[in-house]
């Protein structure tokens, strides 16, 4: 499924421990945004080991799903790449 993760963490070690998570997984587009493609299974173990670094009462960590149509439709202005989603064959 086609993503955009954010996060607002205020700690600098748990946030760089959160961003390096998602570099593993995503592309960075802004500093605290990243997008990509992931199955549902990978995203759940992504956010199962990111909630422990979270202080729920001032981070936060936002995971929008994109449809496909939806996805189609992203406009990038300005400095950044639009990611373009992989050709996917199920035989």
Same mark, same amino acid.
């Given at each position: 499924? /086609? &993503?955009v993760v954010s996060y607002d963490i205020s700690d600098d070690k748990k946030r760089t421990k959160v961003a390096g998570m998602l570099e593993n997984f995503l592309t960075r587009v802004q500093l605290s945004?990243? +997008? #990509?493609? &992931?199955d549902a299974p $990978? &995203? $759940?173990q992504l956010v199962k080991k990111a909630l422990p670094l979270l202080d729920a009462e001032t981070d936060s960590? /936002? $995971?929008?799903r &994109?449809? #496909?149509p939806c996805?189609?439709?992203v406009d990038v202005y300005g400095a #950044? $790449?639009?990611i +373009?989603? +992989?050709a996917v064959t199920i035989l």
């Amino acid at each position: 499924m /086609r &993503l955009v993760v954010s996060y607002d963490i205020s700690d600098d070690k748990k946030r760089t421990k959160v961003a390096g998570m998602l570099e593993n997984f995503l592309t960075r587009v802004q500093l605290s945004v990243f +997008e #990509g493609e &992931l199955d549902a299974p $990978v &995203l $759940v173990q992504l956010v199962k080991k990111a909630l422990p670094l979270l202080d729920a009462e001032t981070d936060s960590l /936002r $995971v929008y799903r &994109l449809c #496909g149509p939806c996805a189609a439709r992203v406009d990038v202005y300005g400095a #950044g $790449v639009k990611i +373009e989603s +992989e050709a996917v064959t199920i035989l």
